[in-house]
Structures are given as C-alpha cells and as structure tokens.
C-alpha cells in the first residue's frame, strides 16, 4: 500500500485529464470514452480542477468554478460551486479527500469567495469542512386522474405554447434570470448550461430522448415569464394510455406561468403520471392542482450544502427579517470564518465587523452556513447542540433575522440519462 504522504494532491494539467476522466467515470459509475474527455475539457477549461496521483495513477478528481449564489435580499454573492468529486475504491480512508477539499477552501477563500456551494452525495461527507445543509428538495409524482383539471379548459393554460429548441434558447434565460434576482438559493446558469440543457451540446454517455419545450407568455407584456422543458413516453396498457411525463425544467417568474404550465404538463393527451422534480419543500406548485393530494411527495431531503468562508463579507450581502444587531462568536476549525462578530441587520442592508463585545451567541461554522440562507432556525439547532445561546433572548433574535418568509431554493434541471429521486 502506498504511503498516503507520497500521493500528490494538486491542479490537473492537460496531460492529466485523461486520467482524470477515467476516474471520476468510475466513480460516478460512467463508462469512459474518448468524447467524454472532450466533454470534460470544453466545459471546465476555466474550472479548477484537483486531482489526486499515486504515482502515475490518478486515484481521485475535484472540481470547483466560479458561482454566483442569490441571497435574502437579491444580491447576486461570488461562490465556488464543487463538483465531480470523487476517490478510487482502492484509496478510501487515507485522507485524500480531506486534502483535496483544503487545497480548494484555501484557494476559493484567496480568490474571494466568501461561500462554497456543493450538492452532497451522501449526508455525512461534508459537515467534517464546515459545510451545513443550506437548501432541502422536494420531488413530487402527480396522479393525473386524481389532479381535477379538465384538458377541455383551455383558460387554465391561457399563455402556454410549445417551441422548439432555438425559440426556447431565446427566451429561457431571460425567464431564469428574473426568478433568480429574487430566489435565495439560486445559482447562475451559464450558455454552456442552457446549450446542454436543450440538446445543443450533449454529454458523453448522454441517450436521453428529445424534450418537448413550452414557454409561458404573458398576457399584458407579451414576454415570456415562465418556461417548461419535458419528456413522455408513450406507454400502453390493456388498450389504457399509461404514459409518463418528466419534468427536466420548470422556471417561473410570476404565479400565474407557474399555474398554467403545471395545468399544461397535467393535461398533456395519454399522461397519467407526472415526475416533478428538484422543488422547494413549501412550493405552491400542487395548490395549482383541482386536489393537491394528488402531488405525493416521493422524495424528500436536503440538497445544496453551503461553507461560510467570509464571514463578515457573507452576513453583509444579505438582508435581514428585522432590524437587529447580534454578537456572534463562530468557531472554525479550518479558521476562515472564525472570530467574534458584530452583525447588524436590517430589510435593507447589513454591516459585520470584528468586535471586542461578549458574545450573544456561540455557533460553529457548520451551523451558521446552514442558517445563513434562512432554511434553519437558531433555535432549532440549539437543540441539536449547534448553537449555544449566551445571552436570554439571543436565539429568537437570531431567528426573527435570519428567516424568510419562503423557504430558499436552489433550482435544478435534469440534463442527464439519468431520472432517480434524489439523485445529485
């Protein structure tokens, strides 16, 4: 067995990514092939990527890029979004993974990113580096014929057309950056996204069947403000339509696209099931619906992970539910975030400054960055032994601040093969 301390952690060059591909495939159990290198190299030639080498051998990947999260309040914060992370089986408990991530929180905190973002594969990885459960995920399976929408109702779809692919290129971004300006939780997504995302530029390994796009267009504007990307497939049973639909995609920048395209996907001729995917806990999507018990929930957890690396500069960018000021003494073993803090928020703004001031509250770096888009409450995880409160008062002052009235969200598509419940 080779010593852990000869295996090199470091930044993947040219010569390496094929390796490098072979082994995050393995990994995320994807046959390698020579197109999926090329895959790898177009869409992460600005990205950092880590690898980690016994000797010639490339024994685990990591990859990080530029990000942009929204928080409470708008502003658009600079994040480091992880990715493709993985370790060969035959290289587990040595520490490789706890490098490679230090190597990268080093390198995100230097370039000034106050956050690192991630979507954790498996619930215990990645609280150990300061990560906290920031956003949780819904996935629903609607029953169409419990649903109580009639398809001869053309007024429930009022505004709804279906495209094809270059007229929803055109449109959907815009349709996404008007939700994102308003959605804590939400991530950028880029033209190498959306070129994926309708079919223009294909992953390796990638055989999904074509999608069905629609647009939702408002009756005032005549702009698009909601946006519905999809698959069915025709099934059959005892003469009986049985066919599924999935959902991939659906944006919205007002309740009235959200209602009708919904009822549009419900209504579509021979479905009986449809697969709603990625969505907020407290989503409204199934009050859209004739009897909205019929959007079961299949799945439930939490999905994106976030690691407060700046403290001062991240509590500064958002805003708060009232206007309050709170001590907080924050504990990080890697000591990025750590130090006592003065934050001092309001509706309209924020300041954190380093202060001398005795502490209101005593909280590890973890907790904090799971209460930092407002999806936790202090109080919750006080009981959980998080938070220790040092002051009466301090953990419903911190809840009154740090809460929003909807829950964060960090929307997803399905762009893969692959369509599992709760798969990353």
């Known amino acids: 067995m080779t010593d852990t301390a000869v295996i090199d952690i470091r930044s993947v060059t040219e010569d390496d990514l094929p390796a490098w ?16 290198v090329e895959a790898i190299r177009s869409t992460t030639a600005r990205d950092r990527l880590i690898g980690a080498f016994d000797m010639d051998r490339c024994v685990g990947t ?7 999260i929204t928080v409470p309040g708008g502003a658009f914060l600079p994040a480091s979004a992880i ?6 089986g035959t290289h587990r408990r040595r520490g490789l993974l706890s490098r490679m991530v230090a ?27 300061g990560f906290g459960p920031a956003t949780a995920m819904a996935w629903f399976e609607i029953d169409v014929h419990r649903a109580r929408l009639d398809p001869r109702r053309t007024a429930d779809t009022s505004g709804v057309l279906l495209v094809d692919a ?8 815009g349709v996404y950056e008007r939700l994102r300006a308003g959605q804590p939780g939400a991530l950028r997504r880029d033209e190498l996204w959306w070129q994926e995302a309708t079919g223009q530029r294909t992953g390796s390994g990638d ?69 709603l995917p990625y969505r907020s806990p407290d989503t409204l999507l199934p009050l859209w619906l004739g009897d909205p018990r019929a959007a079961r929930v299949s799945a439930l957890s939490d999905y994106m992970w976030l690691r407060v690396l700046d403290t001062p500069r991240a509590l500064s960018a958002r805003t708060y539910g009232i206007e309050a000021s709170l001590v907080l003494e924050v504990a990080d073993a890697a000591g990025y975030g ?26 590890d770096v973890r907790d904090l960055s799971s209460l930092y888009l407002g999806d936790d409450s202090a109080t919750r995880l006080s009981v959980l032994g998080g938070i220790e409160e040092l002051r009466p008062g301090a953990l419903a002052r911190a809840d009154a601040m740090f809460r929003t009235g909807r829950r964060p969200w960090s929307p997803r598509a399905v762009l893969g093969a692959r369509y599992q419940a709760g798969a990353p």
Request: charged share 25%; glycine share 6%; net charge negative.
């Open 21 to 36: 591909t072979r082994t995050w495939g393995n990994g995320y159990l994807r046959p390698y092939t020579e197109s999926s």
């Open 62 to 68: 990591y990859r990080s890029s530029a990000q942009e």
């Open 83 to 88: 990715s493709k992370v993985s370790v060969a």
């Open 103 to 129: 190597m990268d929180l080093r390198g995100a905190f230097e370039r000034g990113e106050p956050v690192a973002v991630l979507d954790a594969a498996q619930y215990p990885l990645y609280g150990r580096y």
């Open 166 to 173: 270059r007229e929803y290129l055109k449109a959907a971004p």
């Open 207 to 275: 055989r999904r069947s074509e999608p069905f796009f629609a647009l939702h267009f408002d009756a005032d504007s005549g702009e698009a403000d909601g946006l519905l990307c999809f698959n069915a497939e025709e099934t059959w049973g005892n003469m009986l339509p049985q066919s599924p639909l999935w959902i991939r995609d659906l944006i919205t920048a007002s309740p009235r696209a959200e209602a009708a395209l919904l009822r549009y996907a419900v209504t579509v001729d021979w479905v009986t099931t449809v697969h």
């Open 338 to 363: 750590a130090g006592t803090w003065l934050l001092e928020g309001a509706r309209d703004g924020a300041s954190c400054t380093r202060t001398t001031r005795a502490p209101d509250l005593r909280i």
